[in-house]
């Protein structure tokens, strides 16, 4: 009994701090950032750049901070995360120009890119059985942080201006710092590491990296979507909307998976991401919009709560398999606006839709029905 009340408490601080992490990270990001750039004179190109320093760093710094956290443990490494969670934002009092603003993204980057993978590999080590409905709950946990966050950071812009935003950014990670100390020390350090690449990872990564590259795409560009333009509260609705859905349906997904497998929920869920692209591609109408983003919310909610426990079902280095998912995931996010802005909405959103199905039926040909 006094386990199973400990294995909640630590369920409890993991969730917490997941929550408080991405909450001050994304109220750093959105709308902080780009109307922060802008007051110090900054002009589109390089606010672009500035924004994009944080993801550059994610796809190196997850893989390392996996594999870290599988030698050294994961308490050392949350810690890590939090220090920079609290020192990052303070950072922007000194920034003045487009480099020592993305210097301080750089930085910044860090934290998100060594809490992300380490956590859900802790939650992974600690309900093997049930992995998929618990990291479920801690991906609800960081999506409610996300989903606020702008709304927040907005308002205290508007009502007391960037530096408390900044303050309040530290003291969110002020929490998760002082929250690592509660976890428990490990049991012992990995004597031998090996990992060696496996093809069924990364096709898992490739699934993660559509799923993002389309989740990107929407956030960039739905609001220059002709009937939204000049109605900026209204698009920012439907991405509070989109987040909204994800947040609740993903603990459901994450206990689907762990009753049904990995494989059914991962088919179902790359189907609707590839049925809401296309949606988007041919919208003509909001009330098509909206129903392509609840379709990608749903869709995005059951593969993403599958590909992570499938993950560490695969590689018994759990943070190691994790931030090299992060890693693939990461570019996919960078180059989904990339790819829309150069091919334009129609065929921009539909390609990345394509791309998508297309690595679920290599995957589904890689695996056999039995093995998940």
Request: hydrophobic share 55%; charged share 10%; proline share 4%.
């Amino acid at each position: 009994m006094k386990f199973v009340r400990t294995k909640s408490r630590l369920l409890h601080i993991v969730l917490l701090s997941g929550f408080f992490a991405i909450l001050g990270s994304t109220m750093g990001k959105s709308p902080t950032l780009p109307l922060y750039a802008q007051s110090l004179g900054l002009g589109r190109d390089e606010i672009g750049l500035v924004a994009a320093a944080s993801t550059v760093t994610g796809i190196v710094v997850n893989l390392a901070s996996g594999i870290l956290s599988d030698v050294y443990g994961r308490r050392k490494l949350l810690k890590v995360s939090g220090f920079v969670f609290l020192t990052a934002p303070l950072l922007y009092f000194l920034a003045n120009d487009a480099l020592t603003l993305a210097l301080v993204r750089v930085y910044y980057g860090i934290a998100t890119a060594v809490f992300v993978p380490v956590s859900f590999a802790l939650i992974s080590d600690m309900y093997p059985d049930r992995r998929g409905t618990f990291m479920g709950f801690l991906s609800s946990a960081t999506l409610v942080g996300r989903a606020l966050a702008p709304v927040l950071a907005g308002s205290i812009i508007y009502l007391l201006g960037f530096s408390v935003v900044f303050v309040l950014c530290s003291a969110t990670g002020l929490v998760v710092f002082v929250l690592a100390f509660r976890l428990p020390a490990p049991g012992g350090k990995l004597e031998r590491f090996e990992f060696s690449f496996s093809g069924s990872l990364l096709l898992i990564g490739l699934l993660d990296a559509a799923v993002y590259m389309a989740y990107q795409g929407i956030e960039t560009f739905l609001p220059l979507f002709y009937y939204l333009q000049g109605k900026a509260w209204l698009s920012g609705l439907i991405l509070s909307l989109e987040v909204g859905v994800m947040a609740i349906v993903k603990p459901y997904a994450g206990y689907l998976s762990d009753r049904v497998g990995r494989k059914k929920p991962i088919i179902a869920g790359m189907s609707l991401v590839g049925a809401a692209m296309l949606t988007f591609s041919v919208a003509s109408s909001l009330p098509l919009l909206i129903l392509g983003a609840v379709v990608f919310s749903i869709g995005a909610s059951l593969s993403g709560a599958s590909t992570k426990p499938l993950a560490t079902e695969i590689s018994k280095l759990h943070g190691t398999a994790l931030g090299f998912l992060e890693s693939i995931k990461d570019i996919g996010q960078a180059a989904g606006p990339i790819i829309i802005g150069f091919l334009g909405f129609r065929f921009g959103f539909a390609f990345v839709g394509l791309f998508g199905v297309a690595v679920l039926m290599v995957f589904v040909l890689r695996f056999k029905v039995g093995d998940l």
